[in-house]
């Protein structure tokens, strides 16, 4: 179907027009309300004990949540494009549940599970606590990060087929040997994705972890937290885009990174 000049026009004006409003005017806000005191004042408010804890506890729980997922979800990646077997549609379903749910029923599921009277909750009687706690964060975390790695990973399985992982078994390799290096170097850009999608998500992360943490600065409170904390709580508007600019830039960081890991990917296909 050809469009005139004017209705392609018309589509793009359209298009910027909605990106202006959803996501260019929001962010330009935030930015000027952070620097609006310059930005002596805005470091200030980064530099706090409660935002330098918020940062590196968020920063913890992605160093915890990452390498968790990329087990997982390279093992369920492998299982359903290679497997066959009964219960395959509800593991895909599975996976697909965390899209699905919304974060705040995902932290009540938790506290009902984990929580003081919960079914797992005997184990606070041990003296480990999980809800209200660093672990209870890391699960609500995970959960909500679970579906990332599993479907960057799966279609590049489906694309390279299993022919040269088939070969390699015929010639003595190892179920090991044949995935560090056959499987793994075919699927890396896809598990790059799906890692930095998955840090992306983990460090926004804020209905689930709420939930389940106590919010306690300097303790358990994320950037996410500290930002709903100083806006509502202490209605402290300034330090609250503070933080949030912060939190922003570390997405910044993680985009400029899969912009760049495309570019590789790319270049090399083409090289290739």
């Not at 330009?28 to 980064?46: C, K, M, N, T």
């Not at 004990?49 to 160093?63: C, G, N, R």
């Not at 369920?76 to 599975?94: D, E, N, S, T, Y």
Request: hydrophobic fraction near 55%.
């Amino acid at each position: 179907m050809n469009l005139s000049r004017k209705t392609v026009l018309s589509l793009r004006s359209v298009a910027l027009l909605y990106l202006l409003v959803l996501l260019v005017l929001p962010i330009g806000v935030i930015l000027y309300r952070s620097f609006e005191r310059g930005f002596g004042e805005f470091w200030a408010w980064i530099t706090t004990p409660a935002a330098i804890s918020a940062l590196q506890l968020s920063l913890l729980i992605v160093a915890i949540v990452v390498p968790l997922n990329v087990i997982f979800g390279v093992l369920v990646a492998l299982a359903l494009a290679r497997g066959k077997f009964r219960g395959k549609a509800a593991l895909q379903a599975a996976v697909d549940l965390p899209f699905a749910v919304s974060p705040v029923v995902v932290g009540v599921a938790l506290i009902m599970l984990w929580g003081v009277g919960g079914w797992f909750g005997g184990i606070e009687s041990l003296g480990f606590r999980i809800i209200f706690g660093l672990p209870g964060m890391v699960l609500a975390t995970t959960f909500v990060t679970l579906p990332f790695v599993v479907r960057e990973v799966e279609p590049v399985l489906h694309e390279i087929g299993q022919d040269q992982e088939q070969a390699a078994a015929t010639l003595g390799a190892s179920a090991w040997q044949t995935f560090w290096r056959i499987t793994l170097p075919a699927i890396r850009w896809g598990l790059t994705y799906g890692v930095v999608l998955t840090i992306a998500r983990a460090l926004g992360e804020y209905g689930a972890v709420l939930m389940v943490s106590s919010n306690f600065p300097g303790i358990s409170q994320t950037l996410t937290l500290l930002v709903s904390s100083r806006n509502h709580d202490d209605y402290n508007t300034f330090g609250a885009y503070a933080a949030a600019t912060l939190l922003m830039l570390l997405a910044l960081v993680a985009l400029v990174v899969m912009s760049l890991l495309e570019a590789t990917r790319r270049r090399n296909r083409d090289d290739d």
